[in-house]
Every structure is written in structure tokens, then in C-alpha cells.
Nanobody
Framework: QVQVVESGGGLVQAGGSLRLSCAAS????????MGWFRQAPGKEREFVAG????????DYADSVKGRFTISRDSAKNTVYLQMNNLKPEDTAVYSC???????????????WGQGTQVTVSS
């Protein structure tokens, strides 16, 4: 069992930045691929970014490429999502998830956090 807890959400103006953190509970953190997903009101949950167990592979949704960066710190059992040049359409609840391999489908992840709200004002 892995518990993940997100933090770092908030309200920011368009063009601003936020960094989300996702802390995992187990020392086996390095054995899990990690993903960030988001869900806006009235929309389905969508993949934002993911990072492989080793950190050697990273995937991004087209809508965030060049603006968001995912990284992981195994010493701290934490994965980060640095979000720059935020847009109002980035407004959503952002959730972190852990799974065995890096995939873009939410069904590939077994452990989920509660989510953190990100609101971008225009």
C-alpha cells in the first residue's frame, strides 16, 4: 500500500507559476512510476505528466509541454510538478498517482491522492 499526499495548489494569476508536490509514504517510492492528472469541473480526468521509476523517461500532455516539468526526488519520496506560464484553462483539481509503469491512462495507476486545487485567474 502506498499513500500519496499532494500539496502546493492555490490561486495564481495567468502567467504565474506554482509547484505541486506529491509525497509518498513508502521507502519503495523508487519502484513506482508517478503521474499527475487533473480534472476540471464538468470534464473528465486527464493525464498531465508522468515520470518513470528511474526518472529517465517523462511524458507530458501536449497542452502543457514546454510549460510544466515533472521531477522526482527519491531521497525525499517526493515527485514535483513545476507549472509555469499558467493559463486559466489549467484550472482544475490536480491529483498525484503511483503505478508500476508510466502510462497515460489513469487505469494504470493504483494509488491516488486526494488532490489539490489549482485556480488560474485571467
Amino acid at each position: 500500500q502506498v499513500q500519496v499526499v499532494e500539496s502546493g495548489g492555490g490561486l495564481v494569476q495567468a502567467g504565474g507559476s506554482l509547484r505541486l508536490s506529491c509525497a509518498a509514504s513508502r521507502r519503495t517510492f523508487s519502484t513506482y512510476a508517478m503521474g499527475w492528472f487533473r480534472q476540471a469541473p464538468g470534464k473528465e480526468r486527464e493525464f498531465v505528466a508522468g515520470i518513470s521509476r528511474s526518472g529517465g523517461r517523462r511524458d507530458y500532455a501536449d497542452s502543457v509541454k514546454g510549460r510544466f516539468t515533472i521531477s522526482r526526488d527519491s531521497a525525499k519520496n517526493t515527485v514535483y510538478l513545476q507549472m509555469n506560464n499558467l493559463k486559466p484553462e489549467d484550472t482544475a483539481v490536480y491529483s498525484c498517482a503511483a503505478g508500476l509503469i508510466l502510462v497515460v491512462s489513469s487505469r494504470g495507476y493504483d494509488y491516488w491522492g486526494q488532490g489539490t486545487q489549482v485556480t488560474v485567474s485571467s
